[in-house]
């Protein structure tokens, strides 16, 4: 079964930057979709961006210009170059895989960003 291992996390100023990876283990053949996702304390958990298989990408309105998402199929990880963050990008973030094999998430890692 695949699992999903995120890392990158932390705690920085505003305007500061952070990148977070998520690593997929074990096999991803055929079309999937790997995204981030975020919740922060009280709020619903939404979306930040995703990137298919094929590299088109979608990012929230709160995040573009900001935020860049990528990924590394041969090593089924995905990044996530966040820049000029801001008090309300504090969140935990979600990796997200959807794929033939159904839907996964990680654990979450928390992103705080404070002075």
């Known amino acids: 079964q695949v699992q999903l291992v995120e890392s990158g996390g932390g705690l920085v100023q505003p305007g500061g930057s952070l990148r977070l990876a998520c690593a997929a283990s074990?096999?991803?053949?055929?079309?999937?979709?790997m995204g981030w996702y975020r919740q922060a304390p009280g709020k619903q958990r939404e979306l930040v961006a995703k990137?298919?298989?094929?590299?088109?990408?979608n990012y929230a309105d709160s995040v573009k210009g900001r935020f860049t998402i990528s990924r590394d199929n041969a090593r089924n990880t995905v990044y996530l170059q966040m820049n000029s963050l801001k008090p309300e990008d504090t969140a935990v973030y979600y990796c997200?895989?959807?794929?033939?094999?159904?839907?996964?998430w990680g654990q979450g890692t928390q992103v705080t960003v404070s002075s």
């Open positions: 997200n895989l959807f794929y033939s094999g159904g839907t996964r």
């Open positions: 074990g096999s991803i053949s055929g079309f999937n979709v």
């Open positions: 990137i298919a298989s094929g590299g088109s990408t």
